[in-house]
């Protein structure tokens, strides 16, 4: 049977029925009305489940200066920097389901303006939170018909960080798709009541989980032979070692490039989407200047 997990054997996965994870999993379902993919897998984990559930609950539903459908769009806007279909298809469904516009899912561009004002400290926070200034948040502050308050952009810098954080959650455990999610999409589609649909029917086909599975393989075999050969020959130093790793890792299909933007992708997360090609960019290459950065002990 598939299992919620790529990576994780069904067996070992926390099931409704099973005792140690019993009272977590009974609140993720008290929560959000069913136990989804990744209550399951972060069962493994009780303790830390049950903060995270709580957590979300605050975050969503409980009182605060956003409206509902305005915090799942804000984690549609989050996911989506990471194409992570699985949050934007969820939150989709989550928008519609709390009275959200169907117009909106066309795109960020049918958005109202304040909230597609957030796209530059998404992406910065995405991929280069270093980046960050207080500019960044003045501009956003400004007085005028679309700023926010300070309550207001709290909130969403909260949500922002938390999905992009629960994307690489869910890449790094393999999470799979459910029920209806499976079906030819990545994506939930909107409820029938909802008299809408995202705006593209396109969808990446099934075998997704199954080239990342392929490519996390080739990648480990790479590895296994570096380490090999680091035996063999004595002579080899950390630095060398480092240096191969990151060419066999640049090479890998497990590092996205350019060819990330190409039409497969789905438009139904390509739409909300500004500056698609802004990504990670590393700030620490040796015999470069670094750009300023806040710095802690």
Same mark, same amino acid.
């Given at each position: 049977?598939?299992?919620?997990? =790529?990576?994780?054997?069904?067996?070992?996965?926390?099931?409704?029925?099973?005792?140690?994870?019993?009272?977590? #999993?009974?609140?993720?379902?008290?929560?959000?009305?069913?136990?989804?993919?990744?209550?399951?897998?972060?069962?493994?984990?009780?303790?830390?489940?049950?903060?995270?559930?709580?957590?979300?609950?605050?975050?969503?539903?409980?009182?605060?200066?956003?409206?509902?459908?305005?915090?799942?769009?804000?984690?549609?806007?989050?996911?989506?920097?990471?194409?992570?279909?699985?949050?934007?298809?969820?939150?989709?469904?989550?928008?519609?389901?709390?009275?959200?516009?169907?117009?909106?899912?066309?795109? !960020?561009?049918?958005?109202?303006?304040? #909230?597609?004002?957030?796209?530059?400290?998404?992406?910065?926070?995405?991929?280069?939170?270093?980046?960050?200034?207080?500019?960044?948040?003045?501009?956003?502050?400004?007085?005028?018909?679309?700023?926010?308050? /300070?309550?207001? !952009?709290?909130?969403?810098?909260?949500?922002?960080?938390?999905?992009?954080?629960?994307?690489?959650?869910?890449?790094?455990?393999?999470?799979?798709?459910?029920?209806?999610?499976?079906?030819?999409?990545?994506?939930?589609?909107?409820?029938?009541?909802?008299?809408?649909?995202?705006?593209?029917?396109?969808?990446?086909?099934?075998?997704?989980?199954?080239?990342?599975?392929?490519?996390?393989?080739? #990648?480990?075999?790479?590895?296994?032979? /570096?380490?090999?050969?680091? /035996?063999?020959?004595?002579?080899?130093?950390?630095?060398?070692?480092?240096?191969?790793?990151?060419?066999?890792?640049?090479?890998?299909?497990?590092?996205?490039?350019?060819?990330?933007?190409?039409?497969? !992708?789905?438009?139904?997360?390509?739409?909300?989407?500004?500056?698609?090609?802004?990504?990670?960019?590393?700030? =620490?290459?040796?015999?470069?200047?670094?750009?300023?950065?806040?710095?802690?002990?």
């Amino acid at each position: 049977a598939r299992g919620p997990s =790529t990576f994780i054997p069904l067996g070992e996965i926390p099931q409704e029925g099973g005792e140690s994870s019993l009272p977590q #999993l009974l609140e993720a379902f008290v929560s959000a009305g069913r136990v989804d993919h990744v209550a399951m897998v972060m069962g493994l984990h009780p303790q830390y489940l049950s903060s995270f559930w709580k957590t979300q609950y605050l975050l969503l539903r409980m009182d605060g200066p956003l409206p509902y459908h305005k915090r799942h769009y804000i984690a549609i806007m989050a996911a989506a920097r990471h194409r992570c279909s699985y949050l934007v298809g969820l939150h989709m469904r989550e928008f519609l389901q709390v009275g959200g516009s169907p117009a909106w899912l066309q795109g !960020l561009h049918c958005a109202p303006q304040k #909230l597609r004002n957030l796209n530059e400290i998404n992406k910065l926070l995405a991929h280069r939170p270093w980046l960050v200034t207080k500019e960044h948040i003045e501009a956003l502050l400004r007085p005028g018909q679309d700023s926010w308050s /300070l309550a207001e !952009l709290v909130q969403a810098l909260v949500l922002l960080t938390h999905y992009h954080s629960l994307a690489s959650f869910i890449f790094g455990c393999g999470i799979r798709p459910e029920g209806e999610q499976d079906v030819g999409s990545s994506c939930w589609a909107p409820s029938a009541h909802s008299n809408s649909s995202p705006a593209s029917g396109d969808s990446v086909g099934g075998s997704g989980g199954t080239d990342a599975m392929q490519e996390v393989e080739v #990648l480990v075999e790479r590895m296994k032979l /570096l380490q090999e050969n680091q /035996l063999e020959e004595e002579g080899v130093t950390q630095e060398e070692m480092a240096t191969r790793f990151e060419l066999e890792k640049t090479e890998s299909l497990l590092v996205p490039s350019s060819d990330v933007l190409d039409p497969s !992708l789905q438009s139904n997360i390509r739409c909300f989407l500004e500056d698609p090609e802004f990504g990670y960019k590393d700030f =620490t290459r040796r015999g470069e200047q670094a750009p300023p950065t806040f710095r802690a002990q």
